[in-house]
């Protein structure tokens, strides 16, 4: 945000440079429009940064999507080699060639996420992620279950895993760190949240700071000053359950209570009512 190319100071210096002439001769139309641009400066400023956030978490979305196509290609590769394993009962008559394929699948995985194995005495390993036992298995004997993220762009660090997602019983799995992935993931909620609610949070305040000032004046003709910015607040609507056909529009109506947390809004059928959490 401090950056002298792209950054907000630089806009917020020629800001309230302007500002503080317009103050003091606020009769001058040069100071007036010079006000105004460096106003619609800093505005611009803010949708550059949010637009630059966005393509940012677009970029780790895609990222994290990329590591688990690939961990899914390698857990299909190792239970193919747990096949060929599975004809022998016993470690020292396994090919060296096939028991080093597998080690080597084993270093790919782990380099794109922790992983937990568990070896078997004729060399056929089991593999699962997120601390989740045998309910997390990746690989298991001669079944490979894929992995599938989900992700909220309007939350980064709201990540969710799904084992098996077209399965009959899919495994949320929870707790996946280390490799790629996890840097990803740490990534998104240790800098990437922070940053954009702070954007936000930052924009709302100067818009309020500015609007303030604005209504306290008069404007050259000696009317009242009116709001000069204007937040416009996007949201994303997800149905959690039901199939019925649904339409839904939300207004802020007071920016200064919005906090920008998810609102659940679900539907009492005895009581005919929706109601709302969060």
């Not at 080597?104 to 922790?114: E, P």
């Not at 922070?194 to 818009?207: G, H, I, T, V």
């Not at 604005?214 to 149905?239: C, I, N, P, W």
């Not at 998810?262 to 929706?274: K, M, N, P, R, Y």
């Amino acid at each position: 945000l401090g950056s002298p190319e792209i950054g907000l100071s630089p806009a917020l210096a020629r800001f309230f440079s302007a500002a503080r002439s317009l103050a003091a001769d606020p009769a001058s139309p040069v100071s007036r429009t010079t006000f105004l641009r460096e106003t619609e400066g800093v505005a611009s400023r803010f949708r550059e940064l949010a637009s630059q956030m966005q393509q940012l978490e677009s970029e780790t979305q895609q990222a994290l999507n990329r590591d688990l196509g690939e961990v899914n290609a390698l857990a299909s590769q190792l239970a193919k080699v747990n096949l060929e394993l599975s004809r022998n009962r016993s470690l020292d008559r396994q090919a060296p060639a096939l028991l080093d394929q597998r080690d080597q699948l084993l270093r790919q995985l782990a380099d794109r996420l922790d992983i937990q194995v568990s070896e078997a005495p004729n060399g056929v390993v089991q593999v699962s992620v997120g601390g989740a036992g045998s309910s997390g298995a990746l690989v298991a004997g001669q079944v490979a279950k894929p992995l599938q993220v989900a992700l909220d762009s309007q939350a980064p660090e709201r990540i969710s895993v799904l084992l098996d997602p077209y399965g009959s019983q899919p495994v949320s799995i929870a707790g996946i760190s280390g490799g790629s992935f996890g840097g990803v993931t740490s990534f998104r909620a240790q800098v990437l949240e922070p940053a954009l609610s702070n954007l936000d949070l930052l924009a709302k305040s100067f818009m309020t700071e500015v609007n303030r000032i604005q209504a306290e004046g008069v404007d050259a003709y000696g009317q009242a000053g009116r709001a000069l910015l204007d937040v416009q607040t996007q949201f994303s609507f997800d149905r959690v359950r039901g199939t019925a056909p649904l339409e839904m529009q939300a207004e802020v109506r007071d920016l200064q209570a919005f906090d920008g947390k998810d609102i659940t809004l679900a539907f009492d059928a005895e009581a005919g009512q929706v109601y709302s959490t969060g």
